[in-house]
Each structure stands twice: as C-alpha cells, then as structure tokens.
C-alpha cells in the first residue's frame, strides 16, 4: 500500500466519507469512524464555546470592579466554563473522537466491539450536553464543576439539570469505555499481541479502565445531591447529622482519576507522535505501557490531594499526599523514553512535533509544580488561589489540549484524506504554545500573591498581571481561530494527502487514507510491532 | 496471541445435581447468617455476616455465573471491582475515623442557616428535634 | 443477535462470545462501583454514629428482610438451573424455570412493598420525613436514608431484572434459544445473580448487625 508516485487528483472512491451523503446516513451510522468524526465535531463546537465563556472570564477580570458582568453572572460563567470543558470537550475528546476512529484501524478490526452501543453513546452525550447546557442558560448554577456541598444543595440555582446532563453524559462514557476494553481484548488481528499494540491503544485502554470504574461513583454521588435537593435526603447536609467531606471523598474518586482520563489519552497520541516525527521505535516500550496502567491504578489513590484544606484527618493528607507524589514517576519515565526517542531520531519539524514538544514542556512544568502542591504545607499557602488554576490549566489545557491539537493535524490526512497547510500549522502552534505560556504564567504569579481563584474582583495592585494574562488568551484565541481557519479551508481545498502523507509506520497507516467503510479489504497481517522504522544508511545500526 | 476467544471448558460445566449441591449450600449459607443473629452477637457479628456474605458472592460468581468455566480476563474485571470498592471503603472510613474530632458531623456547635437564605427551603437549618434529646 | 451475523465483524464465533461475556463482566463490574458509593456512605455513617445505627437497625423487620433473603436466593437457584436447561437444548424447561424466577422477584418487590408501608406508618423515613419517636434523629435519620437509598437502587434492579426474565422466558417457551444459542440467557442470569449478591449484602448490614 505505498503512496503512488504520480499526485493523485481526488480522494479514493470507496472511502467512509463517501458512503452516503445523508445527514440521515451519518445519523445512523455505526462505523465507528463516523461516530468518531461526530464525536469530534461536537467536541470541536463545545471547545469553541467553553473557550468564549474563558475569554469572557478574561474580559471581566482585566479591570477591578465590574468590567461586563457582576458577581453572579461572573459565577455562572466560571461554571459553564468548567462544566463545558471538563464533561463536554476533554473527557470525550480524545477518546471518544481519535479512540473511536483509530483503535480498530489500529488493531486491524473492521469496527469495535458493540457498534450499536458506540452509536448509542453519541446519543448519550448530546442528550446529555443539553440538559446541561439547558440547564446552564435557563437557571445557570453558579457552583463550579465540582458542585461542592453544601453549597450545590442549597443555592437557588438551577443545579439539577446540570446535574442530570452530567449524569447522563457519565453514561456516554462508561459505554465508550466499556466498548474499547472488549474491542481490544476480543477483535485484535491474528499475530497482534498485547505487546506488540500501539502505544495509543495501550492509552485508551488505560483510559477505558479509569472510564468504567470511576464513572459509577460519579453517577450516584450526583444522584445524591440531587435527592438532596429534591426531598431533603439529608445525606451530605450537617444539620441533618451528614458530612460534607463525604462528598468530596466520592466526588474525588472519580473526578481525580478523571483527570487521567484526559491526560493518559494524551500521553497515547504523544507516543504515537514522537516515533513517527522521529523515525524511531518508542525507547523502552514496555516502560511506556507499565507506566500507563501504573498512572491508571496509582490515580485511583490520590484523590483526597483535593481536600488538604477541608478538614480531613492529618493521617489522610499524608497518605495521599505521598500516593500523590508516585503519579510523578510514571509521568516522569514517560517524559524520559519520549525525550530519549526524539534523541538521535531523525525529525521532521511538523505541527504535531511542535505540539508534542510543547505537550512535554507544560506536562513536565505543570507537574513538577504538582509535585509541590503534594507537599502538603506548601499546598496549604496555594489552596485556592489562581496558582492552582494556573496548575490544574497547564496539565489539562496545556497538556491535553496540545495533545488534542498534535492528534488533530496529525490524524487530520488519515480522517479526511488531505493536507493542510505546513507553514502556517507551524506558525499557529508556535502562537497557540506562546499565548498559552503567557495566559498561565502571570496566574502562578498572581496566586502566590494571594489572588483567589473564583473571584470577579480584585484589588488594584493585581491588574498589570490581570491585563498580561488577558493578552495572552486574547493569542492563543488568535492561534485557535487560525487553527480553525486553516483545517475547515483544508477539508474542501487542501491537497490530497496518499495513504500515509507522514511516512509513518503507525498501523493506523496501514490502511488506505481516509478508510474504507469496512476498513481492510483483507485482514492485515503485523510481522512487526509499531513504528519499526529501517535504520538509516548513514547510521551504523544498534542492536536491533 | 490474537483477540481472545471464548474459552468455555465443558469439563468444568456443573451437572443438575451440582447446581443443585450448590444451591443448597446457599440456602444454608443464608440460614447459618439468620441463625448466627438470633444468638447474642458483638463486635465480630458484621465481619462475620459479611464473610460468610462473600462466601456466598463467591459461589454464585464462580458457579452460577460461570467464572470457572471462562478465561481468566472475566474474573480478573470482577476482582479489579472489588479491589477498588475495597479502596474506596477502606480508605474513606479510615479517613473519618482518624479525622481531628470536631470535624466529625455533627460538629461541635448548632448549624445557622446560611445569611440571606434563612427563608430558602433546604437551607441548611438546625434540625427539628423529633425523638428524644441525644444523651 | 442470531449466531450468522458473526461471521465478518468478528473473527469468530468464540470471540463473539467472549467480548459478549466480557462486555457483561464490565457492566457488572460498573454496578458494583455504583452500590459501593452507597456502602461507602454506610460505613463511614456508621463509623460515626454507631449507637444511632444500632438503635435504627432494632426497629427493622428482621423476619421480612430474611424472607425477601431466601426468595431471592431460591429464584436464583432457579436461574442457574434454567441455563442449564438450555445449555441442554430444553429451551421450553428453561423457559418455565426463568418465568418461576421472575414471579419470586415479583413476590421479593411485593414483600419489599408492605415493608416500606410499614416504614411510612412509623415515620422511620429519610431527611425531613423522619418522625420516628424511639430513636433519635440525628445519625438514625441518615440509616434510614441509606436504608431506602440502597433498597431502592436495588428494588429498581429487580424490576429491570424481572422484565428481563420474562421477555427471556416468553422467548425460550417460544423456542428461540438452543444449545447453541444461549447467550442471552446466560447473560440474563449473570444480571439476575448480580441483583441478587448486591442483596446478600444489603441484608446483612441493615437487617442483622
């Protein structure tokens, strides 16, 4: 399947894209590559609002006092920012988009293992965003994601909707989850061992786990607040004899691990991106998968590092803030087999590369700062402060979203079959890194001044900072909206890209660009495993 | 190796009468517990109605449901849940238990209602006495 | 699904099968983390206030919750005994067996039923009901929270549960399944074992001690 030699004009003919044209076609469909290009338009559109509530956010603090909305409206919006990013953008997005499209590419299937439930899922999800967001327009609940008790049960907000929409948005996940751990274990191709997958099946199966055990707790945790709303139940209220820390304990069984749902995904699409820009086999692959599932069972211990400030015993601070601190060390054996691949690897400077490199920079910095924040004295002069905002944005913005961004153009020629273009990829990820850097670094240094995150107000000391911060989202907006710019120009006019533009030997590369409806006319065989690239000529060959 | 097949050992499959063995293991199993509480019981009662609960869960998980005969991807699924309800539990009533006194619900002063939502309903609010005075 | 659609999309029929198992292995896996955040609850209630749990838990039925206890098992028994009827290629057998089973569920939510009547009368409910005199509120208010909370998640299963055993059973009188079609069956009893497992343990620590 090598690219022809001569530019081919048009897209091949028998690809997904092309079989039916229909909106009732694609509403239908269970081709998870379809269900995966559905999964990322809405996760696309919900990236764009939450990022218009941020800069709305941004606007509101570049001056003291009122700037464009008062209190309230300014907690209404901190909330739809939160509630739309985390359970509408990051946790579906690179697994239930880039998962659901490459994990049968990846393994050699025709599609995963329950198609029907794979649909259902995107049912789910939008029957979910929109009670939420419903909610959030009609009422607008002004409790943050975290519906913290007792607030959430007692504030006159409209918290139930949203509440419900997450609820059901939880369910969405579980089913993707549940459809991706019995795709890998039941349809890999014939020769494909667990060791031999690629490392971004390895994430999604990592991720697949997290997915199913955590996301229970989270569903009947809301369904407490809500009955707590509802009738009074009592469980988490303490006139009532309950305990709000209760609370935080279930919320943060899920919601900590929840984190890895979106980071491992993203550590997946980096390995996949250093080996092909690199031209070299992930150094230490094993590493890479014992630190996978170690990050997936180590997260589940770490949850009370959200609660240092609430009350919880000492012996439960220290406990977690040592469990807290292992996280590092898979993160940190991941960081060091990516750098020691790109070491001596032959790099082609492309956009997914710059956006990995940038990945490493804000996953190592905004990880390093967790470690301190593990530390459970210094966590106590940062609590709720904007160095956290600043921290928990670096690994889930920075990190996440520079991952999102590398799958995006780099999967973008196997989704639609043509290339964008180089020049002004690059340009727009240097902007998108640069706007980034100068959005959150200002917040580190506004939090350990004292400024407190959730606030529409400030003293007038903090603006310099304030406006610098603003300046920097009002970049990295610019570079989004170039980003979009670009790719909706490419879908229609951008040059055919051939079966594998990057010349890399992914699987997913395997087949044609863009796939087939059914994937592999012929079951595809896998002599070697992932990103086994023939040594260059001029390179005297390690041991192999 | 390539995706898993089903494995279904017919060597392992019950016969009538051991579904039947079993069955009646879980019908004494059931009465041992009702009986163990009609006694006069302590400390050890609930460690105890719990294990011979696990016992039963154990049974019908590897005859009923046909563990024994499937590979060993099914059980490991199921012994992953109950290691991390293990987790939870453990740790959120090892939490509560070592926790600095007077953040122990219901803490050590009445509850007010929060300013400005004294008239909301479900704000919090000291509760109404319904039985007697706690000691 | 009938056994011809596996051929393309799966390997084989052996992985069909398999990722049909595991796929219910993993829901079952998801209902357990469901129930554990309310065991959870329980045990650091209970932790908290021992001697209110203790004196809400001597105003329970005992008699009833055995009795909802060796229905439940029985129609599991009955479950167990209607796959393998199947497994034996007497689909009507299991049939009968699987609608015997479903009754009992439906006798375990009638029971279930005259319990929480007796719980309205009293006024032993949860939150702001509560109005029972004997035991004070504070702690004994949030057993009984807990007390309808997982008997209610549970009662909910059983009806899912119930409905499944009949479709299943009305479908194996009418010989849909075989020896070598009965997933569905399987799959059904896994579910209905489920329900039941989460109820050995929901009796014991609200019932027993």
């Known amino acids: 399947m090598s690219p022809s030699a001569a530019e081919p004009e048009r897209l091949p003919p028998d690809n997904y894209l092309a079989d039916g044209h229909t909106l009732w076609s694609w509403l239908t469909t269970k081709d998870h590559k379809r269900i995966g290009v559905m999964f990322l338009g809405l996760t696309l559109f919900f990236f764009f609002m939450g990022g218009v509530f941020a800069l709305a956010l941004r606007i509101e603090l570049l001056t003291p006092g009122r700037t464009i909305m008062g209190h309230l409206a300014y907690n209404r919006m901190f909330t739809l920012h939160g509630v739309t990013m985390v359970w509408l953008f990051m946790i579906p997005a690179i697994p239930s988009a880039f998962g659901n499209f490459l994990v049968p590419l990846m393994i050699g299937a025709r599609d995963v293992a329950f198609p029907r439930l794979n649909l259902a899922s995107v049912y789910l999800y939008v029957l979910g965003a929109s009670i939420a967001l419903w909610g959030m327009f009609e009422g607008g609940a002004d409790t943050g994601w975290t519906f913290y008790t007792p607030y959430s049960t007692t504030t006159g907000t409209a918290v139930l909707p949203v509440l419900l929409g997450v609820f059901i948005i939880g369910f969405s996940t579980i089913v993707t989850g549940l459809n991706f751990i019995a795709t890998v274990h039941t349809l890999r191709a014939p020769g494909l061992g667990w060791m031999k997958l690629p490392l971004f099946v390895w994430a999604v199966y990592g991720t697949a786990i997290i997915q199913v055990l955590a996301t229970p707790v989270l569903g009947m945790v809301l369904l407490l607040v809500a009955l707590e709303r509802v009738v009074g139940a009592g469980i988490f209220d303490p006139a009532r004899g309950g305990d709000p820390l209760l609370f935080q304990h279930l919320f943060w069984f899920y919601s900590h691990p929840a984190v890895y749902i979106m980071v491992l995904p993203s550590m997946g699409v980096i390995s996949e991106a250093v080996s092909a820009f690199s031209r070299k086999n992930a150094l230490s692959y094993r590493m890479i998968v014992y630190s996978t599932l170690g990050i997936s069972f180590v997260g589940f211990f770490t949850w009370g590092h959200h609660m240092f400030a609430s009350g919880q015993s000492t012996f439960g601070a220290g406990a977690f803030g040592a469990m807290s601190m292992l996280v590092a060390i898979f993160t940190a054996i991941k960081i060091f087999s990516w750098l020691g691949t790109l070491y001596r690897g032959s790099i082609a400077v492309e956009a997914p590369l710059i956006y990995t490199l940038g990945f490493m920079f804000f996953l190592f910095f905004g990880g390093m700062i967790g470690v301190a924040y593990a530390t459970t004295s210094l966590n106590l002069h940062w609590h709720d402060t904007y160095s956290v905002v600043a921290h928990f944005h670096f690994i889930m913005v920075g990190a996440t979203v520079m991952a999102f961004l590398a799958a995006l153009h780099y999967w973008f020629p196997k989704m639609f079959g043509r290339t964008f273009p180089g020049k002004l990829a690059n340009g727009a990820a240097l902007l998108v890194i640069f706007g980034f850097i100068a959005t959150f670094v200002p917040q580190f240094l506004l939090g350990n001044l004292g400024m407190p995150r959730r606030y529409a107000d400030y003293p007038p000391h903090f603006q310099t900072l304030h406006v610098a911060s603003t300046t920097g989202a009002s970049l990295l907006a610019f570079g989004l909206l170039c980003i979009a710019g670009y790719l909706a120009w490419s879908l229609r006019y951008g040059a055919i890209a051939g079966d594998d533009p990057w010349g890399s030997e992914g699987f997913e590369w395997k087949s044609q660009s863009p796939p087939p409806t059914h994937n592999f006319p012929v079951t595809p065989e896998y002599p070697t495993g992932p990103h086994e690239y023939a040594p260059r000529e001029a390179e005297v060959p390690h041991a192999a | ?135 | 699904m009938p056994p011809e659609a596996a051929t393309e999309h799966w390997g084989s029929e052996g992985a069909r099968q398999q990722a049909a198992h595991l796929g219910m292995w993993i829901f079952i896996a998801t209902e357990v983390l469901l129930f554990a955040s309310l065991f959870t609850s329980y045990g650091v209630y209970r932790s908290v206030y021992p001697e209110a749990f203790r004196a809400a838990q001597l105003t329970m039925d005992v008699g009833l919750g055995t009795l909802n206890t060796f229905l439940l098992v029985t129609s599991s028994i009955l479950v167990a005994l209607a796959v393998h009827a199947v497994r034996e290629d007497r689909p009507g057998l299991g049939g009968v067996l699987l609608g015997a089973a479903a009754l009992l569920g439906i006798v375990f939510l009638a029971v279930k039923g005259v319990e929480y009547a007796h719980h309205v009368k009293e006024g032993s409910l949860p939150g702001d009901f509560y109005r029972l005199r004997e035991v004070p509120q504070v702690g004994a208010s949030l057993f009984f929270t807990l007390y309808f909370l997982l008997t209610g998640f549970h009662a909910l299963h059983v009806t899912v549960g119930v409905g499944l055993l009949t479709v299943l059973a009305v479908r194996s009188a009418s010989g849909t399944f075989s020896a070598a079609y009965t997933t569905p069956v399987e799959l059904g009893g896994m579910y209905w074992h489920l329900v039941d497992v989460i109820w050995l343990f929901v009796y014991p620590i609200l019932y027993l001690s």
């Open chain 2, 1 to 135: 190796m390539a995706g898993e097949d089903f494995v279904e050992e017919p060597g392992r499959r019950l016969s009538v009468s051991g579904v039947l063995v079993v069955g009646v293991g879980l019908l004494a199993l059931t009465a041992l517990t009702y009986l163990l509480h009609t006694l006069p019981h302590g400390a050890w009662s609930l460690p105890v109605a719990l294990f011979i609960a696990g016992v039963k869960g154990v049974l019908i998980a590897l005859f009923y449901m046909h563990l024994r005969e499937q590979r060993g991807s099914n059980a490991l699924v199921l012994l992953t849940s109950v290691v991390f309800v293990a987790v939870l539990l453990a740790v959120c009533v090892l939490e509560t238990l070592t926790r600095f006194a007077p953040t122990i619900p219901p803490g050590p002063f009445p509850v007010e209602p929060l300013p400005g939502l004294e008239s909301v309903p479900r704000a919090a609010r000291p509760p109404e006495p319904a039985g007697p005075k706690q000691p």
